[in-house]
């Protein structure tokens, strides 16, 4: 069984940088299966970034050019970058991966960014 556990949820305000981590335990097979996702209060969770096949970024549109996924020197540990953060996005990050059909989710970390 997998388990994430997320981190580096903050209070900042507008235009602040944060850098989540996500630690994964158990069998990880290809870390390119992990990925970010977020939900605001009252709103769908949505995509926030993957690894691509090559190992690049894929990212949802409005945070492009603002967010950065990166894998870790440690093993089984994926980042994220938050630069330039706005209001827009406070919400509840989560880390999830998926493996043979299953797919696993962390508990969330909450950020909030004050305008």
């Known amino acids: 069984q997998v388990q994430l556990v997320e981190s580096g949820g903050d209070l900042v305000q507008a235009g602040g940088s944060l850098r989540l981590s996500c630690a994964a335990s158990?069998?990880?097979?290809?870390?390119?299966?992990m990925a970010w996702y977020r939900q605001a209060p009252g709103k769908q969770r949505e995509f926030v970034a993957t690894?691509?096949?090559?190992?690049?970024?894929n990212y949802a549109d409005s945070v492009k050019g603002r967010f950065t996924i990166s894998r870790g020197d440690a093993k089984n540990t994926v980042y994220l970058q938050m630069n330039s953060l706005k209001p827009e996005d406070t919400a509840v990050y989560f880390c999830?991966?998926?493996?043979?059909?299953?797919?696993?989710w962390g508990r969330g970390t909450q950020v909030t960014v004050s305008s």
């Open positions: 999830y991966y998926t493996h043979l059909g299953r797919t696993y």
């Open positions: 158990g069998s990880i097979f290809s870390i390119n299966q």
């Open positions: 690894f691509t096949s090559g190992g690049s970024g």
